[in-house]
Structures are given as structure tokens and as C-alpha cells.
């Protein structure tokens, strides 16, 4: 195989390795790993990239230069990368409700900047690396969580919170959650 062809091949795939970091970003079906499929393809497009400028440079001293910069660069996103992903909290499940293959689950945890724990409401459905996960409702570091939640039918989900009822409407298939609540005073 020539050098052209290598470095063609080489290009072609990085593209490729860009556009499934580009909807990784997206995130369309709301993954709730999506930060690791984001992480992991843009890895793949720093070392297929430092692998064709690698191939498509013939003097070896630039060679060498273009294999330590990106080792350098997908060396320090793959740290970063995993601290910050890492980092992240995920929430003790406080309460569950199921029905058929959706989950609205309650979760207790620290937010952000703030000493004081918050309680937020998401929509999951699936299991394993592709499961689903959309948020539904938000609430105040120093309020507490909803009375109750529950689902609707087949495409509402029902928050109710002291005297507010919220109710919210689901894309099955994407899981998009429309409109996303937020704990207020008033409720």
C-alpha cells in the first residue's frame, strides 16, 4: 500500500472518529454515558490523526516531533478527561418508580459548588452502556425533593410538589423531556 493510500485511509477514518465525537456532543437519545463515548471518540481522533501526520511526514525528525505531541495531547486528554468525568456525581437513588420499560428515579447529591445537598428527578429507560437518562425536574439546594412522581400513560410524567402538580410530556424514543422543572418557592 502506497503512503497516499495510507494517509487517505488514515484521513478518512479520523473524519469519521470527528463525526461521532460531534454527536457524542449532540447527545440526540440522551445517554447517560454519553460523556464516555464523547471522551473515548475524541481520543480516537487525536491518535488517528497523529498516526496520518505520522504516516504523511517522510523527515524523521518531524516524525518523531508529530508522535510526541499527540502522545502528549492524547496523554493529557485521556487524564483529564476521565478526572472530570470521574468527578462528576452521580446522586444516591432515593426513590424508584417503574412502568413498563421507564424509570423515574429520584436522586439525592451534591451540586456544584454548593455544601447543600440537592434533589433532582430523571427519566431512564434501558440498561447498560446505551441506557437513557433525561432530566425532569430540579430542585433548590436547601429545598427538599417532590412528594411524589408518577407517570401519566404511556408519554406524561407527574411531579407533584406541595401544592404544584407539574406534569411533563416524553419522546419515547429520544426520551426528550418537555418542559424540564424547576423547584421554585412556590412549590
Known sequence: ???????????????????????????????????WFTAG?????IVLATATLTVAVTIYVARVLVLMLGGTLALGWAVIAWLSIGLDEEGRSVSEVVSGGQRLVVLEGLERFSPDPVTWVVLRAGNGPFEQEAPVWQGLPEGGGPDTVAFRGSDEL???????????????????????????AAC
Open 158 to 184: 407527574e411531579i407533584r410538589s406541595g401544592t404544584c402538580v407539574l406534569v411533563s410530556r416524553v419522546e419515547p424514543v429520544t426520551l426528550r423531556v418537555d418542559p424540564v422543572h424547576r423547584a421554585s
Open 1 to 35: 500500500m502506497s503512503t497516499l493510500r495510507r494517509v487517505l485511509v488514515l484521513g478518512a477514518l479520523t473524519v469519521i472518529a470527528v463525526l461521532l465525537a460531534g454527536l457524542s456532543l449532540l447527545d440526540p437519545f440522551h445517554l447517560r454515558h454519553a460523556s
Open 41 to 45: 471518540t475524541v481520543l480516537l481522533a
